[in-house]
């Protein structure tokens, strides 16, 4: 039987690499709850197989029965209904027992399993680098967590409930088929292998099928987000059409690879069905020629027939397993993809920790290209004093944000190097690189949190008197104040119920919490409207103060106060100095300065 279930299951080395991987680290820990549930599978077979001794002796004390009319008759029946009914109670009670309990402990494993596989995925996937997590669509990642999740669930489900509990029961039905009479159990041992090639050959077809549909779902997720996630635009562009009929084709491909991969499991249960009937057919035609010639009795015949009948959904679902294995593996080879992801921006083995940092910021010679695409940072060389105010400017696509990148080590550089006070930052040990920093970006990240909560990301050991204290410095105080639940409103998702100037000035609160000595602000004050822009300015000022500070402005007016502005164009700085200075010299900046005074 073993040597027929690892044919069945048609594991290939990788397979049983993923397998092996699987039950070391994550099924191994809940060893116990395991084996228990194997107990209770061990107590359920047995009690199913017992039936059959039950069917032989009923057929068997009726058929005595009946040939002895009269007085014993009426006995007879009341020494049956004795024996014979408590007997079907008490099974009944015991397997359904047995198998109330089994099926909890399977998916105690099972879901313990795959939450442990999870908390895998979400722990590497924080250490991702930054241009491989965004190189793949948010829904393919999302994918992971949810349907091949479920797959490999339903495997382990599938596993437990059809390879071992099932083929014990099938082992001991056909062990008890033996003893009842070995002629005609035969029979069975020769019907049923012939399955298994066809079984095999289906189960090759649904896997690759099973890859492109989950493929598929991925998409979907993703496009359910960027449709959902866009509806302003969506429906202030009058998209919906477009989108239904975007959205409509990736369910039709749904449709029509899961009807093909459905399609190909159907294939397996025929099989099994007209096997099952050849086998009950042979039984039959053999039985009765056993019991003319005196070599089986009634109740045998019905014991090994009752057998057959109990063991074929069984051996069905044996049939389909492969199937469903097959795609629990396939899901299990790509969570384990995601686990393995080792992430390039790592710290170095010796990586010391930043103290006391001054933020002296230094860039030498630095070169940076995003995957093949053209150079982004074409030679750039920059020392920031402790706390200078430089300003970055230029046309949009010249390099500003990379710079900021490069300096918060989302991205490494490719040639040259940046340091902070004197220590190159791959030196320097991740943690306490960016603990020295603040970021506020042009997209700001609320959480779906308290207003509270938001701010104090900023610094997590941050105590209610120092949010509300960094929200007045941010002019946030006010506005938070007139929310329902003030500081413990809840922002919804992603912060959809605040105003953009409103968000702003909370990721601001977040950076004056930090208290970072260097603060890098990525068109820091883009979206306020005049009246909170001065408010913020202020606060920003205030902010800015004694430390190192990179700003991007798009609005030159906000950074004319800066110690320093550089202006860079195509990955590198063409011209540096002061506002003054710059405009004397009626260059780039001088340009964009009359182009952007004659805007407004
Ligand atoms: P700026 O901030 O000055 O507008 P960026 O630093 O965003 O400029 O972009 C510099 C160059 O790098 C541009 O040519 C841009 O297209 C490219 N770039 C920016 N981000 C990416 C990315 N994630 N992948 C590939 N190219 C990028």
Redesign the pocket.
């Known amino acids: 039987m073993s040597k027929t279930k690892k044919t069945f299951l048609k594991l290939e080395g990788g397979d049983r690499r993923l397998i092996g991987r699987l039950w070391r680290v994550y099924v191994r820990p809940y060893l116990a709850t395991l084996l228990l549930a194997f107990l209770f599978m061990t107590i359920l077979a047995a009690a199913t197989a017992a039936y059959t001794w039950l069917l032989k002796y009923v057929v068997d004390s009726m058929t005595v029965g009946g040939a002895d009319l009269g007085q014993d008759a009426l006995e007879q029946t009341r020494n049956f209904a004795i024996v014979a009914v408590p007997l079907v109670l008490g099974l009944t009670v015991v397997s359904g027992f047995s198998l109330f309990i089994q099926s909890i402990l399977s998916n105690k494993v099972a879901l313990n399993v795959v939450g442990d596989l999870q908390k895998s995925m979400f722990a590497s996937l924080q250490k991702t680098d930054f ?1 491989v997590l ?1 190189k793949t669509a948010v829904g393919t990642h999302v994918s992971r967590f949810t349907n091949d999740v479920n797959l490999v669930a339903s495997a382990l489900l599938r596993a437990m409930n059809n390879l071992v509990r099932d083929s014990l029961t099938l082992l001991f039905l056909i062990a008890s088929m033996f003893y009842h009479n070995w002629q005609l159990s035969l029979i069975i041992v020769l019907v049923y292998p012939v399955a298994i090639l066809p079984i095999i050959r289906i189960s090759k077809r649904i896997r690759g099928t099973s890859h492109a549909a989950q493929t598929q779902m991925g998409r979907i997720t993703s496009l359910l987000g960027e449709s959902i996630g866009g509806t302003r635009m969506v429906r202030s562009y009058g998209l919906e059409t477009y989108e239904s009929k975007r959205l409509g084709a990736a369910f039709d491909e749904r449709i029509r690879l899961y009807l093909k991969l459905v399609t190909a499991q159907a294939r397996v249960d025929p099989i099994m069905e007209i096997l099952g009937g050849v086998a009950i057919a042979g039984v039959l035609a053999f039985g009765v020629f056993l019991m003319a010639s005196g070599q089986a009795s009634g109740g045998e015949l019905v014991a090994v027939l009752g057998a057959i009948l109990i063991a074929a959904p069984r051996a069905r679902a044996l049939g389909t397993l492969n199937n469903v294995v097959q795609e629990g593996l396939a899901a299990l080879s790509r969570i384990f993809a995601t686990i393995d992801e080792r992430p390039t921006i790592t710290e170095r083995k010796n990586a010391k920790s930043l103290t006391d940092v001054k933020g002296k910021l230094a860039f030498k010679r630095v070169r940076f290209q ?2 093949d ?2 150079q ?1 940072l074409d030679g750039i060389s920059l020392t920031v004093k402790p706390g200078e105010t430089i300003a970055l400017v ?10 900021i ?1 490069l300096i918060v080590r989302l991205y490494d550089v490719s040639a040259g190097q940046i340091e902070i006070d004197g220590h190159d930052i791959r030196d320097v040990n991740l943690a306490s690189l960016r603990g020295a920093m603040a970021l506020v970006s042009q997209d700001i990240v609320l959480f779906d949190d308290s207003v509270a909560a938001n701010i104090g990301f900023g610094r997590q050991d941050a105590s209610f008197d120092h949010i509300e204290a960094a929200a007045k410095a941010a002019a946030a105080h006010g506005f938070i104040m007139e929310l329902p639940d003030g500081y413990q409103t809840r922002v919804g998702e992603a912060g959809n119920t605040l105003s953009g100037g409103q968000r702003q000035r909370i990721a601001l609160a977040r950076a004056i919490l930090r208290d970072a000595p260097i603060l890098l602000l990525d068109e820091a004050t883009s979206a306020l409207d005049a009246s909170s822009e001065a408010k913020v300015q202020t606060a920003l000022n205030t902010l800015t103060k004694g430390r190192t500070v990179i700003i ?1 402005a798009h609005r030159l007016s906000t950074i004319r106060s800066a110690d320093r502005i550089c202006v ?1 164009d195509k ?1 590198t700085i063409v011209e540096q100095g002061s506002h003054k200075d710059l405009l004397k010299k009626k260059g780039l900046y001088a340009k964009l300065h009359a182009l952007q005074f004659t805007q407004n």
């Open positions: 241009a965004t995003y995957g695409d053209a982004a230029g046309p949009s696509g010249g390099g500003k944000s990379t710079l990148n991007i860079i990955g």
